[in-house]
């Protein structure tokens, strides 16, 4: 919009195609050349390609927050398939999503300056839950009632977000 105000059309096109490349790159499969983010074969978005051009394909439910807030459009069919998959591979407590498999952060991990918090692997955390309720809402579903319900039912007194994981074994 500067580069418009002040009639540098060219720049202003240059900075144009800027979101648009990002996207394409995005969108790209990650086994071509440079890789992309998209899973062919497993119908998800990958967790990042890094700086040397090698994936991580790890199904991480934070991901979803893509979809959530319109970085791709909702109503995708890869946004569908991204969030399908990270619902399907990652629900615990019912309406809840571990952030990934085998995930030993507040368990086990010797960097969890709390020690065993949640007394299991892959806790469910409710801020990656709220990422599918709002693309749930966004499309209509009936699902996204329940997920939020469950979301309000995991804060503190006066409705206090959760600080970050939530025990599936206690609740806490």
Request: aromatic share 12%; glycine share 8%; charged share 15%.
């Amino acid at each position: 919009v500067l580069a418009e105000v002040r009639g540098d059309t060219d720049l202003a096109d240059w900075y144009a195609g800027g979101p648009a490349s990002i996207m394409t790159a995005f969108q790209r499969p990650y086994d071509a050349w440079p890789p992309g983010a998209w899973n062919t074969g497993g119908n998800y978005y990958n967790r990042a390609v890094r700086q040397d051009g090698s994936v991580n394909t790890l199904v991480d439910s934070s991901s979803n927050v893509i979809a959530a807030l319109g970085v791709i459009d909702p109503a995708s069919h890869r946004a569908r398939l991204h969030v399908q998959k990270t619902t399907s591979a990652l629900a615990c407590s019912t309406w809840g999503l571990s952030r990934y498999a085998n995930d030993h952060y507040y368990f086990d991990d010797p960097y969890d300056p709390a020690g065993n918090e949640a007394l299991a692997v892959s806790p469910a955390w409710p801020q990656m839950s709220m990422w599918v309720a709002i693309h749930e809402h966004l499309l209509g579903s009936a699902n996204a009632l329940p997920r939020m319900q469950w979301f309000v039912s995991t804060t503190g007194v006066g409705y206090t977000p959760q600080g970050e994981a939530l025990s599936n074994v206690t609740g806490q």
